[in-house]
């Protein structure tokens, strides 16, 4: 999408101790209102940020699913969903809503570069497979095995955004069933 203010590069790493993503985004203005230690900020509403969407094995159900999000300061935003979007809580304001399991947190470990002169942005991220365990699939996933993933850059409340599977529309950010398929390989194996 060359005409996309978004458009985006990412690679996919693993480890025995944590899934790596790491994004280049061309957002020549990035930008984000909250400070990096926030407390499950709505990323989505007003910042700069990469979203994954990760449910363990490859069955495209939207059962047991995480969403991860990383602004271009470092915030998170991270929950853990049951079922497709469920649970939400709170009251009327958006600002009380709750959305999966916030209670839940990913540990992720991050790193943000805004990149002036290249008008870009990067974002490194460590998820420990400890937080990504599933009753239905092995945590780490053995070589072989298939995830569900999708990735997402945005900014300006997600009215510019683009995904490494595109949704079709099929749902919203959060169908499983359109998220890309990781597959682990080892090391010098493909």
Do not use: C
């Not at 996309?4 to 020549?28: E, I, N, T």
């Not at 059962?63 to 469920?86: H, K, L, M, P, S």
């Not at 053995?142 to 945005?154: I, L, Q």
């Amino acid at each position: 999408m060359p005409r996309s203010p978004v458009q985006a590069s990412a690679k996919v790493a693993w480890s025995a101790s944590d899934l790596y993503f790491a994004f280049v985004v061309g957002d020549a203005r990035p930008t984000s209102p909250f400070a990096r230690d926030a407390v499950d900020p709505h990323l989505w509403e007003r910042s700069s940020a990469v979203e994954l969407m990760i449910q363990p094995g490859d069955p495209g159900d939207n059962r047991d699913y995480y969403e991860v999000q990383v602004d271009v300061g470092g915030a998170i935003w991270d929950t853990r969903f049951d079922d497709y979007n469920a649970p939400l809580g709170g009251g009327p304001d958006p600002r009380t809503k709750t959305f999966g399991h916030q209670d839940w947190t990913s540990g992720t470990r991050r790193a943000t570069a805004i990149h002036a002169s290249g008008g870009n942005y990067a974002v490194e991220i460590a998820i420990p497979w400890s937080a990504l365990s599933s009753g239905r699939t092995a945590s780490p996933p053995r070589a072989g095995d298939t995830w569900r993933v999708n990735m997402y850059s945005f900014r300006d409340g997600q009215r510019e955004s683009l995904a490494w599977s595109p949704i079709l529309g099929e749902g919203n950010f959060h169908r499983a069933s359109r998220f890309g398929r990781v597959t682990f390989v080892e090391r010098g194996r493909r």
